[in-house]
């Protein structure tokens, strides 16, 4: 059964980076016909998509995000993931990660993890 | 981007009751929606994909419709462990992905 373990601090400080990555388990990340997502969640708020990425290492991002987001990935360690830079209190939030579907949604999730901004 | 629209945004509802979500697309997405169900501190989980298709290991109680714009969520007989927050998204302009706003839903 696929999956999915977030991990990273889960406290950063306004103007510096966030880091977060994602692990992979019951499955390898390299598994054609599936990119790895990261979607957050700000407290009390909705879902609101960041980016994705295939194994190759193609890449989609929110456009709203763009400037700031990278993703990548780690084959060899079946982990992708994703840093946000230049964070502010607005991008406090519970981020996820999840097996992107492309056609099909998101699933499964990784149970997410609590990313606070503040000095 | 396209912008999706779920009403209402919160209701309540008895157990065995027959409830309907909407979700309404500000441009055409075909059948490129899914659902997804969320429990208060947990991740989202996907119900329906292709407006219709129900996930494995969904509860057959769960049914959706719609293409064009305008989609539903039915829960035939609601069930305890169906009140949550409810989500409709986008895939139509893949990778361009949005979610609506979701539809909570408490027990009466």
């Known amino acids: 059964q696929l999956q999915l373990q977030e991990s990273g601090p889960g406290l950063v400080k306004p103007s510096e980076t966030l880091s977060l990555t994602c692990t992979v388990s019951?499955?390898?990340?390299?598994?054609?016909?599936?990119?790895w997502g990261w979607i957050r969640q700000p407290p009390g708020k909705g879902l609101e998509w960041i980016g994705s990425?295939?194994?190759?290492?193609?890449?989609y991002y929110n456009p709203s995000l763009k400037s700031r987001v990278t993703i990548s990935v780690d084959t060899s360690k079946n982990q992708f993931s994703l840093k946000l830079s230049s964070v502010t209190a607005a991008d406090t939030a519970v981020y996820y990660c999840?097996?992107?579907?492309?056609?099909?949604?998101?699933?499964?999730w990784g149970q997410g993890t609590l990313v606070t901004v503040s000095s | 981007a396209i912008r999706m629209t779920q009403s209402p945004s919160s209701f309540s509802a008895s157990t065995g009751d027959r409830v309907t979500i909407t979700c309404r697309a500000s441009q055409g997405i075909s059948s490129y929606l899914a659902w997804y169900q969320q429990k208060p501190g947990k991740a989202p989980k996907l119900l329906i994909y292709?407006?219709?298709t129900l996930q494995s290991g969904v509860p057959s109680r769960f049914s959706g419709s719609g293409s064009g714009t305008d989609f539903t969520l039915t829960i035939s007989c609601l069930q305890s462990e169906d009140f949550a927050t409810y989500y409709c998204q986008q895939y139509y302009s893949y990778p361009l992905i949005t979610f609506g706003q979701g539809t909570r839903l408490e027990i009466k």
């Open positions: 019951g499955g390898s990340i390299s598994s054609s016909s599936y990119y």
């Open positions: 292709a407006a219709s």
């Open positions: 990425i295939y194994y190759s290492g193609s890449t």
């Open positions: 999840a097996r992107d579907k492309e056609v099909g949604g998101f699933d499964p």
